[in-house]
C-alpha cells in the first residue's frame, strides 16, 4: 500500500519559519510530479507549489519568494521550506503525488495532511 506521511507542521509565531516534510513509501515506481496543498477552514483546498520529477517548480502568487519547494528522489520525499509566515498561511497542509506503482498503474495520492498554525 503507497503511503504519504506528512510532518512537520506545527505553531508558529508570525514571521517564522517551518519546515514540512512527506514522505512517500510502499510499492513505487516511480514518482512524478508532487506538491503541496492547503485548505483552511471553509475554503476550498488550494496548491501552494508542485514540483516535477525533472525538479521544475510552481508556486502560488501568496507564496513565491517566501516557500520553496524541493524534492529528493532516492528518499522519495518532498519538502516545503516556509519562511516569513503570515497570519493567511494557517491551514492543513497536504502532500500529493503522482506516482506509478510497481504494476505500472499510475495513481495520484494524497497524505492526511499537517496542521500549520500561525500566531500573531
Do not use: H
Not at 502560488?60 to 520525499?77: C, E, H, L, P, Y
Not at 516569513?84 to 494557517?90: I, T, Y
Request: charged share 20%; hydrophobic share 35%; with cysteine.
Amino acid at each position: 500500500q503507497v503511503q504519504l506521511v506528512e510532518s512537520g507542521g506545527g505553531l508558529v509565531q508570525a514571521g517564522g519559519s517551518l519546515r514540512l516534510s512527506c514522505a512517500a513509501s510502499g510499492p513505487i515506481f516511480s514518482i512524478n510530479a508532487m506538491g503541496w496543498y492547503r485548505q483552511a477552514p471553509g475554503k476550498k483546498r488550494e496548491l501552494v507549489a508542485t514540483i516535477t520529477s525533472g525538479g521544475s517548480t510552481n508556486y502560488a502568487d501568496s507564496v513565491k519568494g517566501r516557500f520553496t519547494i524541493s524534492r529528493d528522489g532516492a528518499k522519495n520525499t518532498l519538502y516545503l521550506q516556509m519562511n516569513s509566515l503570515k497570519p493567511e498561511d494557517p491551514a492543513v497542509y497536504y502532500c500529493n503525488a503522482d506516482l506509478f506503482d510497481r504494476r505500472l498503474v499510475e495513481y495520484d495520492y494524497w497524505g492526511q495532511g499537517t496542521q500549520v498554525t500561525v500566531s500573531s
